[in-house]
């Protein structure tokens, strides 16, 4: 793309010697020509103007081309458009050119034109400093500055923070504006290339939201987007902020942009149109269930009693899971579960259960893992979806223990956890462990129930005195954990309510 770069100092133009003695290098590499690519700043005019005076004095062929490619400001002012990151789009045409074997007089003309068919505009949430400075100007915190410089200048407009489809919005109709001096010319069945860049301070995910915002607006005005380039392409230190560049295309144009070249930092985008692209798929439909023809209504109706009841007690202890978890990760573990009680509430309300074990526990498992979120949500969720496998063929009671070992055996395959480890695992554990007395012959429900719940209350108690080895408590410090593990206490307490609603139900 560029054979040179002359660097200043931050926001300050190159001195003319430096400039001068990159031109006599180039030139004496053996090249045709040199073409100065300048953006429209009075420094920068002055010291390159001056460097191509006295490199033509010394006979070396110089021209120079100045970029203005702002569409901040809808009267024009008398220093002309700024330059900003459409310059780089400029760079690239012209590297392929030069590439191509065209010469400098025709290079410096066709580049001329393309600067005059794009426009840049930036939008930032605050300035960026230079390196010992303050900021070169003050936001509020609900504020975003439009129409702003690369070296931290203030814009042309102070606007109320808003979502990025807004905000970009509001940015497209100012370029685009017929008011607007330094608009970009750009109507329905205009195709463009877009640069979307990040001003210095963004994140990719970021980035990325714009860009998707920026597509979808452009397509929304019937605007074919040609190509997309997402990037770090012209920053201004930390800012955080980010512009647009629309340049207007044909085909001889699009290919310049797609040549070759070997910058590094020249993004690989594919050389197809983003318009008609295909960006999303839907989802497939989910396979239907087999009709459950082992519904009966008494079953049905005990069985959302004891739902019922455990949702209760998640959303009564809300409030101390969530202290517990605040000591040993990010405090919502009792939100977590209070969201899974009250996605279950709804189901309820929905119509009928499924009266089959697998099935009611399959269905469970897909709410839990679309509505409880977290770690919790997943781990849960594969429990369910393993010992609903369990559960297919019998339903006895040697089955339901068989069930909760498969339940058991998911969570630590995936979850990487182990009995000791604090963790909600813990509890289940300690109620897998005396469920095995299911697997005998006249084996009760209540009393192995009973004792496995005991055993799931001690082993959540356990945990205070346990060291994590699992989860985001195994970052803390041991000596900061001297409370129970709060999944550990959930677990419990949902098999304490799964106890005393099959009590209260005359089970026996």
């Not at 780089?88 to 025709?106: D, Y």
């Not at 068919?117 to 930032?124: A, C, D, E, K, Q």
């Not at 900021?135 to 702003?148: H, I, K, Q, R, Y």
């Not at 839990?368 to 369990?390: E, H, I, K, N, V």
Request: glycine fraction near 10%; hydrophobic fraction near 45%.
């Amino acid at each position: 793309m560029l054979t040179g770069v002359i660097a200043g100092a931050v926001f300050t133009s190159p001195a003319v010697g430096s400039i001068l003695a990159a031109i006599r290098t180039v030139a004496q590499a053996g090249t045709a020509g040199t073409l100065l690519i300048v953006k429209n700043y009075t420094g920068d005019r002055l010291n390159f103007g001056l460097a191509r005076e006295q490199a033509r004095a010394e006979g070396i062929p110089v021209e120079m081309v100045v970029v203005g490619d702002d569409s901040a400001f809808t009267v024009l002012k008398k220093a002309g458009r700024r330059g900003l990151c459409g310059t780089v789009l400029v760079h690239k045409v012209a590297g392929a050119l030069a590439e191509a074997g065209v010469g400098l007089e025709e290079i410096t003309e066709r580049v001329s034109v393309v600067a005059k068919n794009m426009g840049t505009l930036g939008v930032s949430l605050s300035s960026c400093s230079v390196p010992g400075s303050r900021p070169t100007f003050e936001l509020a915190a609900d504020e975003v500055e439009l129409g702003l410089g690369i070296h931290g200048e203030a814009g042309v407009q102070r606007v109320k923070m808003a979502s990025t489809d807004e905000i970009v919005t509001l940015m497209l109709d100012h370029m685009t504006s017929d008011s607007n001096v330094s608009r970009v010319p750009v109507q329905p069945g205009s195709s463009v290339v877009l640069m979307v860049n990040n001003l210095g301070g963004l994140s990719f995910l970021e980035l990325g939201i714009v860009a998707d915002a920026v597509v979808r607006a452009l397509e929304a005005r019937s605007v074919k987007i040609a190509r997309a380039l997402v990037g770090t392409f012209m920053s201004a230190l930390e800012m955080p902020g980010v512009s647009l560049t629309l340049l207007l295309v044909d085909r001889p144009l699009l290919e310049l942009i797609d040549a070759d070249t070997t910058a590094a930092a020249w993004p690989n985008v594919p050389r197809v149109s983003v318009t008609g692209q295909k960006r999303s798929r839907a989802a497939p439909a989910e396979p239907q269930e087999a009709p459950d023809s082992t519904a009966v209504g008494g079953a049905v109706s005990r069985t959302a009693l004891v739902l019922e009841r455990v949702c209760a007690a998640l959303l009564s202890l809300e409030e101390r899971l969530n202290a517990l978890d605040r000591a040993a990760g990010d405090g919502d573990c009792g939100t977590t579960h209070s969201r899974a009680a009250r996605a279950i509430k709804a189901w309820l309300k929905e119509g009928p259960l499924p009266a089959s074990p697998a099935p009611l526990l399959a269905r469970l498992s897909v709410l839990l893992l679309d509505r409880m979120g977290g770690s919790s949500g997943a781990l849960y969720g594969l429990f369910l979806t393993a010992a609903a496998q369990a559960l297919k063929a019998q339903t006895d009671l040697p089955a339901w223990s068989a069930a909760m070992d498969a339940g058991l055996e998911a969570m630590q395959k995936y979850g990487k956890a182990a009995p000791g480890d604090r963790t909600m695992l813990d509890s289940l554990w300690a109620v897998g462990q005396e469920l095995q007395a299911w697997k005998s012959p006249g084996a009760a429900l209540l009393p192995v129930l009973t004792k496995a719940v005991q055993s799931a209350e001690a082993a959540a108690e356990a945990t205070r005195d346990m060291e994590a080895g699992a989860g985001r408590a195994s970052y803390i410090s041991s000596a900061r954990l001297d409370q129970p593990d709060p999944g550990a206490v959930a677990a419990a307490a949902i098999f304490r309510a799964i106890l005393e609603g099959l009590q209260n139900q005359g089970a026996c």
